[in-house]
C-alpha cells in the first residue's frame, strides 16, 4: 500500500504531515509514503524518523496551493504544486491513495479534472464520518454540490453506502435521506424523487427512508445523505454546538472552588468521554465518485488527526471502495426502472 | 393586553396551557386570557388559580385538531376547533395575539387562511429564539417554506429583523445570511441574490453578508436568514447535538464514583450552565408576516415552557411587529431599486 501525501497542505505543514505520516506507519508497517512538497523542509523532519524515512520517497517541488488561492488560479497556476503532483500519483497509478490538508477547492478542481468522474456518477461528492451516540455515521455530501437532482442523491447514496461498508465494519449500513419530516409529501422535490428511487431500487441496499437533522446525532441510520448546501451547513451546526457546550461545561466546572475540586475528581470520566467526540478521531473526508481516492483532511489538524485521514484512506484502498461503486451503480443502471 | 390560547393544543394541555397562563399572570399582572377549548376540562382547572380565573374567559368548544390530522383535513373539518377558534379572535382583533401548542402544520395553514399576507409579503416564516454563546439568536425559516426565492428570504430578513427588536432588546440587530462560505460566489442563486438585495436596500438594516453553520452557536449575528429546508435541519441538528452532550457529560459524571462524588460538588455551577440552554427558555415560535401574531409553543412543553411562549406573544403585541414591517417592506418598494 502507497500513499502519497501533500506534504504542503495544511496550517501545520509539512511538520504535522511528516509526524502524522509516522504515526500512521506505527500502526500499519507495511505502509510506503510519497512524500509530495520541498525536500529541503521535508528532509530535515524525516531524519528524525528512521523507519518512516526508509519507506519514504520525495518528489520535490517548491510549488504550493495556498489557502487564499481561487480554485481556477490554483488548476492554472499550480500544475507543479505538491497538491498536483500528489494527485498525479494517483492518476498514474503510482499511489493507492492520496491524501492532502490543503485548500478543499483546489483539491476538488484539481482531482475532478485530474481523475474525471466514475462511470455512472455525474458528480463527485465531499464525504466523512463523523461521531453519534450509537458510534459513527457517514455523511455526504458536504459542500461540493449546492444544488442536487434526485440522481445525484441516489448516487451519493450507493457511494455512501460504499465508504460505509469501508469504514463501519458493517455490511448492510442503513441509509436515511435527510429531510425535513418523515411523512412522505414532505420537503422538496428532488428528496422525494430520490427517496423514490431508493425505494424501488434492485440494489440490495438498506434504504430505511426520510430522517430529521435530530436522528444524525441520534445515530438513527448510518448513511446521511443530503445535497452540498444543506450538508455542509448541517455539519458545521453540529460542530458549533458541540463547541459551545465543550466551553459551556468548562465554565459551569471551574465557576466555583467546589466545582473545581469536583471536576478534578471528575476529570478521568470526563476525558473519556472527550475521547469521544475528538475530531481528530473522525478527520479524513472523501472526495467520492472519481477515479482515485483523495482524502482530504482538516487544515488546522495535528499529527494525530492527520494519521487519522491517512487512515482511512487505507481502509477505502483496501476496500477497493470504487469498484464496488462502480458495479452498484451499473447493476442499477441495468435493473432500475426508469423514474 | 388579551391573548387567546388554545387550551387544548399540546402533549399536555389543557393542563399545561392554564398552568402556564397562570405563571404568565404571576408575572404580567395586565394580562387578560380567552381560553378555547372544553369548558368541563378547563373549569376545574381555572378553579384552583383564583385570580387567572377572574381575568379569563372561556370560548367553549369541543372539537378539536390532533397532532395526526393533516391540514388539509383540519381546515376542513376543523372549523369549530379550538385551534380555529383561538385564531379568529385575533382575525377579529379581539384577541392582541394567539398561543398553540398543537399540530403546527394544521396551525400554519388555518392563520394563513384566516389571517392573510402582510401587504408586500409573499410567504409567512416560522421565526423563534435559541441560545448562543453571547446570549440569544433569531433565525427563520424553520420550516414553512422548503424552497425560497430571493425575494423570500430578503423579506424573512426584514420580518426577523422586526422580531429581534420585539424580543432581543437591540434597537439595531444584525442580520446574516446563512450559506456555505463567506466568498461572495458561494452557494446557491436565491442566496448570492438576496444578498445583494440586503446590501444594496434603502431599509436602515445592518446585514453583515453571509455566515455559515457554525457561526450559529457562535452567536456572530443576531438574525439568521435561511430557507425553511436549511433551517428546519440546522435547528433539528443542533438540538440533537446539544442533547448528545448533555447524555455525555451524565454519563461521564456517573461512571465511577469519583466522577459522582465530583459532580455533586460541581452541581450548582452546572445547573446554572444548564438553565442557560433550557429549551423552555426559548420556546415560542412565531408565524411572521400573517396579520396577527400567531406563536406556537412546543408541544411537549410544560407550564414554564407555555408561559414563556405567552411571553414572547406579550412582546411581540407591545413592539407591534406588525406595523414595523409593514412600514419596512412599504418603504423598501417605494426606495429600493429592482435588481
Given at each position: 500500500m502507497k500513499i502519497a501525501l501533500d506534504a504542503m497542505g495544511g496550517d501545520y505543514a509539512p511538520k504535522a504531515v511528516i509526524r502524522g505520516a509516522n504515526f500512521a506507519l506505527s500502526r500499519n508497517p507495511d505502509l510506503e509514503f510519497l512524500l509530495v512538497g520541498n525536500e529541503s523542509e521535508i528532509r530535515p523532519l524525516l531524519h528524525k524518523h528512521?523507519?518512516?524515512?526508509?519507506?519514504?520517497?520525495?518528489?520535490?517541488?517548491?510549488?504550493?496551493?495556498?489557502?487564499?488561492?481561487?480554485?481556477?488560479?490554483?488548476?492554472?497556476?499550480?500544475?507543479?504544486?505538491?497538491?498536483?503532483?500528489?494527485?498525479?500519483?494517483?492518476?498514474?497509478?503510482i499511489a493507492d491513495a492520496c491524501v492532502s490538508g490543503g485548500n478543499t477547492g483546489a483539491l476538488m478542481a484539481m482531482a475532478k479534472i485530474a481523475l474525471r468522474t466514475l462511470p455512472g456518477i455525474d458528480r463527485p461528492a465531499i464525504c466523512s464520518l463523523f461521531p453519534t451516540r450509537k458510534g459513527q455515521a457517514v455523511m455526504l455530501d458536504l459542500g461540493a454540490n449546492p444544488e442536487c437532482t434526485a440522481e445525484n442523491l441516489f448516487q451519493f447514496a450507493i457511494m455512501g453506502e460504499a465508504f460505509g461498508v469501508a469504514l463501519l465494519g458493517k455490511k448492510e449500513p442503513t441509509i436515511g435521506l435527510l429531510n425535513i419530516g418523515s411523512e412522505a409529501g414532505k420537503g422538496v422535490d428532488s428528496v422525494r424523487q430520490a427517496s423514490e428511487m431508493l425505494q424501488t431500487t434492485q440494489i440490495p441496499i438498506k434504504y430505511v427512508g426520510f430522517i430529521e437533522g435530530n436522528d444524525i446525532?441520534?445515530?438513527?441510520?448510518?448513511?446521511?445523505?443530503?445535497?452540498?448546501?444543506?450538508?455542509?451547513?448541517?455539519?458545521?451546526?453540529?460542530?458549533?454546538?458541540?463547541?459551545?457546550?465543550?466551553?459551556?461545561?468548562k465554565m459551569g466546572l471551574t465557576s466555583s472552588i467546589f466545582a473545581k475540586v469536583g471536576s478534578m475528581m471528575a476529570k478521568p470520566a470526563l476525558k473519556s468521554i472527550f475521547k469521544k467526540i475528538d475530531p481528530r478521531a473522525h478527520n479524513g473526508a472523501m472526495f467520492l465518485g472519481l477515479n482515485g481516492i483523495i482524502v482530504k483532511s482538516h487544515g488546522g489538524m495535528d499529527h494525530v488527526g492527520f494519521a487519522n485521514a491517512i487512515d482511512v484512506a487505507i481502509h477505502l484502498a483496501k476496500a477497493n471502495i470504487n469498484q464496488r461503486i462502480i458495479d452498484e451503480i451499473g447493476f442499477s443502471s441495468e435493473n432500475d426502472a426508469d423514474l
Open positions: 528512521h523507519k518512516l524515512e526508509q519507506r519514504s520517497q520525495i518528489i520535490h517541488t517548491t510549488d504550493v496551493v495556498t489557502n487564499e488561492d481561487k480554485p481556477s488560479i490554483a488548476l492554472r497556476q499550480g500544475k507543479n504544486s505538491s497538491m498536483q503532483l500528489a494527485i498525479n500519483t494517483v492518476k498514474e497509478k446525532a441520534t445515530g438513527t441510520v448510518d448513511i446521511i445523505v443530503t445535497d452540498g448546501f444543506t450538508g455542509n451547513i448541517a455539519l458545521k451546526t453540529a460542530e458549533g454546538v458541540a463547541k459551545l457546550c465543550g466551553e459551556y461545561i
